[in-house]
């Protein structure tokens, strides 16, 4: 029972899904293409995410975290942020369990902020592909501003968070 009360929105919308698939065939035949496709997506993007959290939980120490990251490293650790999220592979919600453990390695939540917004608007891939596509002055100034709004954001959003509610997201946070 507990199981169904945390995942009554999956099991509500697997059923409706059902349902269009009896009512609806060639509609629910296209929801489920298009569910198995998401399924095997996040088959092929979750696991290497989970190992390479692995070893950076294992490989990178707290206390080297805290002074690349932490809330004392300034621009090095804006840097290092824009760098891990920019050089980044795979959709976007990859992202928060990498945020997860930088939060849990001792990162700032701004360096957090710039790192998930850094994935999903900095990827190089992303500027290789729009520097083919549409010149190196169209990509140029889309990652400029791109980077200039990323770290203008962070900067908010770690203005906006109280004291209080940083620490109920700390304290939230899985432990070893």
């Known amino acids: 029972m ?3 009360k945390r995942y009554w929105l999956f099991i509500a919308i697997v059923l409706i899904d059902i349902a ?12 489920t293409n298009y569910t198995v496709s998401n399924f095997r997506e996040m088959l092929f993007v979750i696991p290497p995410i989970f190992i ?14 805290i002074k690349l990251m932490g809330e ?3 621009i090095r650790g804006t ?3 824009i760098g891990l999220g920019a050089a980044s ?5 990859g992202a928060f369990p990498v945020a997860v453990v930088m939060m849990q390695k001792g990162a700032s939540m701004r360096n957090v902020f710039t790192f998930l917004s850094a994935w ?3 990827k190089i891939p992303m500027f290789l592909f729009e520097t083919a596509a549409l010149g190196p002055v169209w990509s140029m100034t889309r990652w400029a501003a791109s980077v200039v709004g990323t770290v203008a954001i962070a900067a908010v959003m770690d203005r906006m968070i109280s004291g ?5 997201m700390l304290e939230s946070l899985p432990h070893d």
Not at 52 to 65: A, F, I, S
Not at 89 to 93: K, Q
Request: glycine share 10%; charged share 15%; hydrophobic share 55%.
């Open 2 to 4: 507990k199981l169904m």
């Open 20 to 31: 269009i698939l009896i009512w609806q065939p060639a509609i629910g035949q296209k929801i």
């Open 52 to 65: 390479l959290l692995g070893l950076m939980d294992v490989w990178v120490p707290r206390q080297l975290m």
């Open 72 to 74: 004392g490293s300034g």
């Open 79 to 81: 840097l290092i942020s």
């Open 89 to 93: 592979a795979g959709p976007l919600y």
């Open 120 to 122: 999903a608007t900095l």
């Open 164 to 168: 209080a509610e940083r620490k109920l």
